[in-house]
């Protein structure tokens, strides 16, 4: 009975992770405005979390059974966290370091969940599917209607295409929203259908008949909604998902036929998008509008302050901390000025150091190293294509590590991959 509640908790926390109701601890402004990178916020995923840890210790208790984890990854990732919280000891703002240091540990925690828990693949799976669906239902209907509509319930605020702030496609015919589903940015909506999409490729290649008429229609209506994030870094880490998926499965004929034929899928549905609506992928892509310009311009200064950090603070500026630098650095601005470098290697360089980044290149190293005898049989392709993915994200973008539901998925797939093969139910 424990570990079936266990289960369903567990189910519920990964389906609630893009949500963003939260209560926010701390809301320090600057210039009078929200500086969202120094808030401190508990969200309804994190109450979920805190239930299933409590039920996860039950169930431990009473079976004191575990499952084994590999030792050398396991124990970098460790030291990861334990780096990020003594970086505190020199950081501007040390509470807000703590903060993320705590968000890093909680990959251990996760790790130490799945390790009792071991959970079946197709609990995880369908919950990826199901909170995928969600989020592309809305990201569709909200490019539809060119605004978000704001509900408490989902911890989301209205938005139109009309107002200055939201992440828009300008054209000569107007602008147009790009679809946040209930993520606070598109590229994070984009950077989660991906990895639900890599999910839905991943069931129907290893499915032993073509004819499965739901994940075809799932496929692509998950790529339709991708494509409504119009976020370039998450097609850039889908497509490299999807390579990775090619070379894992180059042996087995079957399943690799399947793959190139989801890609097909996809190219096809990007192409009907592209005939229907030349003039929004032609900015989008093309990078000449004022917004895109705008974009590249303020993406290659972010790098060069990103290099000045890491010249001058070989030990960091402190977990979390890298906005905070920037606001002593360039006072007097509005709060949304101060943005994290858009690249998750360079932000951690810059926020832990040499040490920081030694440890993360490690970590990554490791788990490709482990991969082979990782948990869930032929399932740790989809993870690792998964990681891949969000590797290739990494370099265009910072939010596996400075956004809750992005630091929580990122730090999911990394436990996964952790976990020793074991006969465990796909």
Do not use: C
Request: proline share 3%.
């Amino acid at each position: 009975m424990l570990r079936r509640i266990s289960h369903t908790l567990l189910w519920i926390w990964i389906f609630l992770i893009p949500w963003q109701i939260r209560y926010i601890f701390s809301n320090p402004l600057i210039a009078g405005e929200p500086w969202e990178y120094g808030r401190i916020s508990l969200y309804i995923g994190d109450i979920v979390f805190l239930i299933l840890l409590i039920f996860t210790i039950a169930v431990w208790l009473k079976d004191k059974k575990i499952a084994k984890a590999y030792l050398w990854p396991t124990l970098v990732v460790i030291l990861f966290a334990l780096w990020s919280w003594i970086s505190i000891i020199w950081a501007i703002e040390p509470g807000i370091s703590a903060y993320f240091a705590a968000r890093i540990t909680q990959w251990l925690v996760i790790l130490v969940i799945i390790l009792i828990l071991k959970p079946s693949f197709k609990l995880i799976i369908s919950s990826i599917l199901a909170i995928g669906a969600l989020e592309t239902t809305l990201g569709i209907l909200q490019f539809g209607t060119g605004e978000v509509f704001g509900t408490k319930w989902l911890g989301m605020a209205t938005q139109t295409a009309g107002d200055l702030g939201p992440s828009v496609i300008e054209t000569l015919e107007g602008r147009w929203l790009r679809a946040y589903g209930t993520l606070p940015h598109p590229n994070i909506l984009g950077g989660f259908i991906s990895f639900a999409l890599l999910g839905a490729i991943f069931l129907f290649g290893r499915g032993k008949s073509w004819q499965n008429p739901w994940l075809w229609a799932l496929i692509l209506f998950l790529g339709q909604g991708i494509i409504m994030s119009f976020s370039r870094s998450s097609w850039i880490g889908l497509v490299f998902g999807m390579i990775f998926f090619v070379i894992l499965s180059w042996r087995e004929k079957k399943a690799l036929k399947k793959i190139l034929v989801s890609a097909a899928m996809l190219i096809s549905i990007f192409a009907l998008n592209l005939f229907v609506a030349p003039d929004i992928f032609i900015s989008r892509l093309g990078g000449a509008g004022r917004l895109e310009a705008q974009s590249f311009t303020e993406r290659g200064v972010q790098m060069e302050m990103a290099l000045d950090a890491i010249s001058e603070y070989p030990l960091g500026l402190g977990a979390g901390n890298y906005t905070a630098w920037l606001s002593e650095l360039l006072p007097d601005k509005a709060a949304y000025i101060y943005q994290p470098v858009h690249n998750l290697y360079a932000l951690v360089w810059s926020e832990l150091g040499y040490i920081g980044i030694a440890l993360f290149i490690a970590m990554i190293v490791l788990l490709f190293q482990a991969q082979k005898g990782a948990i869930f049989h032929e399932a740790r392709t989809y993870f690792m294509a998964s990681l891949v993915a969000m590797l290739a994200i990494g370099a265009f973008d910072h939010y596996f590590l400075t956004l809750y539901s992005g630091i929580v998925i990122f730090g999911f797939v990394i436990s996964l991959l952790l976990i020793k093969r074991e006969k465990v139910g796909i």
